[in-house]
């Protein structure tokens, strides 16, 4: 099976190997960057020894099927009837907000999140980790079309769900009781937005311990902002520590730090690092959102410091966040995107040569997503590019790709934008 955008025809072969394919080389457990590979595919697995069927790949870069740990499909495709007037993330928060109550119905809600899944999947993901707006009650209707998206995805997309309100919601004992419903009988993890706030470490400990009670990973968004005076990261790992919570606790964002003084910033990471929490960094939405104002030319990228993360042994992911909503106006849920701007924004490039693992293995292992790989016995789901390096990976979008679900070609046809547009009229 293939199709016009495939740069190489893949026979229907029972048994196929992929010869002279190139990996990154953390992947395969080789020295350097890059390392070539060959691949044989049998049963919908990468299987041992070679088959009497083979294909040159040229070279051609693969990855097996990404993970995506922090999107918003809820939010995905309302910017044509929900606008972000300035670019701003107040803007942005005003605009949600406003077409949530309006329009976030069950079938309307359903429809964008379904286009969203379409997109993943025609570009290459596995896994997708998606906050869902939980202020009552939106909470009730968004978790119920996910537990049935989460079906329908069924062996395409593994789908979690992590629920996103206020602090001041954590407050409302019987508001909060019923998210937290939601959220176990979707198999979710627990989420809200960390800013400071006068009670944040009672409502924190308090989200700590209801998760330890009911079995939950802790997801939260933390410190998205460009205020230097906003260092809720380290209120949270504290309360990791002082609670001796011992499940899985990601936290994104966490963009103050890069504005902070360097050694407030680097005494936070410490205590990120003895607290064993998983960042996940969203350069495209950050860098879209942080430090922009009327007339200003933008003085920083809004994405966290990976490095010094990477350097104290914290896990780093980096994930797509939102797709054409107020909070970012353009993306597609590509992570071959994502890797290939964060590469750029966060100059991954002249850096360690495994970063691979922040697009695959670490999102996986932070949210519990069988971990993708390149081994024998690995599931034959693959994306392959035509790119024999990474200057020539990162330097096109790309859009040729193959990719490969149990071991056969898909049909990349993205969904059309105008399937949506009757859902765009604003009265």
């Not at 390392?35 to 020894?49: F, H, M, N, V």
């Not at 972000?84 to 077409?99: F, H, I, M, Q």
């Not at 209120?235 to 966490?254: I, N, Q, Y």
Request: net charge negative; aromatic share 6%.
């Amino acid at each position: 099976m293939s199709h016009a955008t495939d740069f190489v025809t893949l026979p229907d072969a029972a048994r196929l190997t992929l010869a002279n394919l190139t990996a990154p080389s953390c992947l395969v457990g080789a020295p350097g960057s890059l390392a070539p590979l060959d691949l044989t595919i049998e049963g919908g697995r990468i299987a041992a020894g070679t088959a009497d069927e083979r294909v040159d790949m040229r070279s051609a870069m693969v990855f097996p099927a990404f993970v995506d740990l922090h999107t918003h499909l809820d939010k995905s495709q309302i910017w044509s009837r929900a606008p972000n007037p300035d670019g701003t993330s107040d803007s942005a928060r005003l605009a949600v907000a406003a077409d949530r109550t309006a329009r976030w119905s069950a079938a309307d809600v359903r429809r964008r999140m379904e286009f969203a899944l379409r997109s993943a999947f025609a570009h290459g993901t596995r896994a997708i980790r998606t906050h869902l707006d939980s202020f009552p009650p939106q909470h009730a209707i968004s978790f119920g079309v996910f537990r049935e998206l989460r079906a329908a995805w069924a062996g395409r997309i593994e789908l979690q769900a992590v629920n996103l309100c206020s602090v001041d919601v954590l407050g409302d004992g019987a508001a909060f009781g019923a998210i937290v419903d939601e959220v176990a009988a979707s198999d979710g993890a627990l989420g809200c937005i960390v800013m400071p706030h006068s009670e944040l470490r009672s409502r924190l400990v308090g989200l700590l311990e209801t998760a330890a009670r009911r079995g939950m990973a802790v997801d939260l968004h933390v410190d998205e902002t460009g205020d230097p005076a906003s260092a809720s990261l380290r209120d949270v790992a504290e309360c990791v520590l002082e609670t001796g919570f011992d499940g899985p606790v990601t936290v994104g964002h966490c963009c103050s730090l890069a504005v902070q003084e360097e050694a407030e910033a680097l005494a936070t990471l410490d205590v990120v690092a003895r607290a064993g929490l998983s960042v996940v960094s969203l350069p495209m939405c950050n860098l879209y959102l942080q430090g922009r104002g009327a007339g200003r030319t933008p003085r920083w990228r809004g994405v966290t410091l990976v490095h010094e993360m990477k350097e104290r042994g914290i896990s780093v992911s980096f994930a797509s966040d939102n797709t054409r909503d107020p909070f970012y106006a353009y993306g597609d849920l590509d992570m071959l995107e994502v890797m290939r701007e964060a590469t750029r924004i966060a100059h991954l490039d002249h850096a360690d040569s495994d970063w691979t693992h922040a697009f695959t293995t670490n999102p996986a292992r932070a949210a519990g997503f069988a971990a993708p790989s390149l081994e024998i016995g690995a599931p034959a789901d693959l994306v392959i590019c035509r790119a024999r390096s990474w200057t020539e990976l990162f330097a096109r979008p790309q859009s040729d790709r193959i990719v490969l679900r149990d071991g056969r070609p898909i049909d990349r046809t993205l969904p059309d934008y105008a399937e949506l547009d009757d859902l765009m009229a604003v009265p």
